[in-house]
């Protein structure tokens, strides 16, 4: 069975429940705390970035993008599913995008501080939010499918 389309019927049969508020929060959260270790794996990703220290009274960029990095889980609407995702980092040196951009090949571009005339292209470590996961894709994928199976089997239990 593929996994989406197995999620999409587990939550039919959840708000088929009486209580299936507490039974779709109870997967919510069986599902998030399946993701931790991959959340946990991103962050130290990013921690393990270079950094120059130019501005030590700035916010700390690679701190203040770990803090923004867990695990997301959506039952029903337009997704249905789990993710760790790397939210925006709204209030950090004007700059919401820090996760995408600190990730990509092709780095970001900003003014020198002091001197608002000279921009520069800067780099941060390329990947490092995919190559987190790379080659561990398996045992997160099993373990959100065992929240699922356990929910599953306990509302075919309760049937029977």
């Known amino acids: 069975m593929e996994t989406h389309t197995g999620l999409n019927a587990l939550v039919r049969a ?13 997967l ?14 991103a962050k130290n990703a990013i921690m393990a970035m270079p950094s120059s220290g130019i ?3 700035a916010p700390a960029l ?7 990095i867990r695990p997301e889980v959506k039952l029903g609407g337009r997704w249905s599913g789990a993710r760790v995702k790397a939210f925006k980092t709204k209030n950090v040196r004007g700059f919401p995008n820090a996760p995408k951009r600190t990730n990509r ?16 292209t800067q780099h941060g470590k390329i990947d490092w ?14 373990a959100v499918e065992q ?10 239990n309760r049937a029977g």
Request: aromatic share 8%; proline share 5%; net charge positive.
């Open 147 to 156: 929240a699922m199976e356990d929910m599953a089997r306990r509302i075919v």
């Open 28 to 41: 919510a959260r069986n599902m998030r705390e399946a993701l931790k270790p991959a959340a946990v794996e």
């Open 55 to 57: 501005m030590p009274t």
């Open 105 to 120: 090949a092709g780095g970001w571009r900003h003014p020198v501080w002091g001197d608002r005339e000279k921009w520069v």
């Open 14 to 26: 959840i708000r088929a429940e009486e209580d299936g508020k507490q039974l779709r929060k109870e």
């Open 129 to 142: 939010f995919d190559d987190a996961f790379k080659g561990r894709e398996g045992p997160y994928k099993a």
């Open 62 to 68: 690679r701190t203040s993008i770990a803090r923004k």
